[in-house]
């Protein structure tokens, strides 16, 4: 018996070493041939699920078994992800061979629309077999805690992605332009997948901790400096909806998110996916503390309205909190086809900040100009560029709003009605494209903001929109706007625009120079093409017909005056010394 037993054990060796010589073998004697079917059916399973898959090279050896190089899998028009190495290996533990593979995975980009994507770092994952018919994978390294199993069913299955105390931050990054968004921190959840034939079910529920946002900025893009992130901030989601494909429609009745200084929650429903998507959108922020929230968003208040230094220590900073119920409904492909309610609420600062305060009087705005130097504005009727807000002819006051802001006696600093059309331009060219700042926002931005574009700058526009609507009064908000806005190349201010196009003080404008210089707001310095030869080209005539056509269309002119501006032929003053002379006020 011990002969038989010393025998036995003599031989596993022996045999293990044949094994691994047949298998050394056969991965140098016919290679090829296995490089050929692995190539085939990673082609045939990814025609079937309409994926277009290229891999260089498919190597098969005996360490490691099977590697895939320059592997690139695209959905075309929608996704596609990136890898140079994928490596298979077998660990001693497992159930079965295919519960004993090891995945290693290089570096792995995922690039999706607008921008958008993710990025791994190199990773190794083991394969699982955790049930009959069930496949699963385990992160092994560089960090552990995320598990992702699959149970196949009649028609479909069940996913499940469980993170325990998973140092995501360490593993991915979610990106936009190759610049990381956001750093995920901690993440602790679940999320369950159920497909069937006429429905996909997901419900998520996640807590994420020390999540750090991104401050983007256009100095960022392009001069390649380090990204800074925000205050890490503590995150809670939960969300859950359903995919049916035979009808294109995405619901998810109800998600909830929770963050350092905001409450957010709401519903979405999305139609007719593919073809001719309508979405409806419910927004309630139950609570949303501006300070806190710029603090994670790495957007601190700008210094110019920061609370002073020898404030009390019990002043802590406070820039005000709002609430807000906002729903959306139209279609994707039309933005004007949105309709958009709101109803917002907001608190201000239990202390007002003087930066603020101080807009309420006379004060002097400091600009820097495009030439490098800086120039003070002085708003008061001491200075001869000033115009007060009664001197402003009605007419203009109309254009204006009607050009910029229609409905800003209407509302508190933020006006959601052309949110949808801005985000869907801007989706849809990749960047920052177009706004939806309402005048209060505009001031905001000229009074407090640097000329920086930042992908967060819009939460610093809100939270001093609302704080300049709730310190000052409509008619002060538009006196302060029309004397500090730039109309041209170090040129601020209405009545010095007025002389510097037309040689007019402001009361005497024609309706059609009105429409001019509204037309000229959004765009004074790339606009001067426009008109280099003292007369309207053909692409910004339409901009200002367009205004006319309004002021006609609410009858704020008759026919026989719109007739009238439509055909005067401007004259506009080109750069000289005669142009920006700029005359004593008179009497009016």
Partial sequence: MKRSSSLRWRLVPAVAAHLAAGLFAAAWLVPSRVEQAIRLRIEQEAVRRGLVVHVERIRVRPWPLVRLEGVRVEKPGSWKVVTDDVRVTLRPWGHGLVGRLRLAVDRLTVAGPAGLGFESVPAVWDVLRPGTGSLGAELHDPATGLVATWLP??????????????????VFTLQRDSLPLLDPGTVTGVL????????????????????RLAALSNDTIFSGEPVAFGVPTDVTADLAGSWRPAEEGLEVPHWRVRTG??????????ADVRHDPRLDLALEVEHLD?????????????????????????????????????????????????VVSQRLDFT???????????????????????????????????????????????LFVRTLLLGEDSGFFGHR?????????????????????????????????????SREKRLGRKLQELSLALLLEATLTKERILEIYLNVIEWGPDLYGLRPAAWRYF???????????????????????????????????????????SLLAKLRSVDLITEDEYQAARNEELQIRTAGPEAAALPEPTAQ
Wanted: aromatic residues 6%; glycine residues 10%.
């Fill in 153 to 170: 069913a009649a028609g479909g299955g069940q996913l499940d992605l469980r993170s325990t105390s998973f140092a995501a931050g360490r």
């Fill in 503 to 545: 040689g007019v003080e402001p009361r005497v404008l024609t309706p059609k120079q009105m429409a001019f210089l509204v037309a000229l707001i959004p765009g004074p310095v790339k606009y001067q093409r426009s008109f280099a030869d003292g007369s309207l080209s053909l692409g910004f005539r339409p901009l200002v017909d």
């Fill in 413 to 449: 600093g933020i006006d959601l009605s052309e949110l949808p059309s801005a985000i869907l331009t801007n989706w849809s060219r990749g960047g920052v494209a177009r706004g939806a700042s309402t005048i209060t926002q505009q001031l905001a931005k000229n009074l407090f903001l």
């Fill in 348 to 394: 201000p600062p239990r202390h007002p900040l003087p930066a603020v305060e101080r807009l309420r009087g006379d004060f002097v705005h400091d600009v820097s100009l495009a030439s490098g130097g800086r120039r003070a504005i002085i708003v008061s009727p001491s200075s001869p560029d000033f115009v007060p807000f009664g001197d402003v002819p009605p």
């Fill in 192 to 211: 369950h997948v159920s497909v069937a034939a006429t429905t996909t079910a997901f419900d998520l529920s996640l807590e994420g901790r020390a999540l």
């Fill in 290 to 338: 501006f300070a806190q929230v710029l603090d994670s968003s790495g957007l601190d208040e700008p210094a110019s309205v920061a609370v002073l230094e020898s404030a009390p220590p019990a002043r802590t900073r406070d820039l005000g909190a709002a609430s807000l119920s906002a729903r959306a409904t139209g279609r994707l492909a039309d933005p004007s086809s949105f």
């Fill in 261 to 270: 200084g905001a409450s957010l929650s709401g519903s979405l429903s999305l």
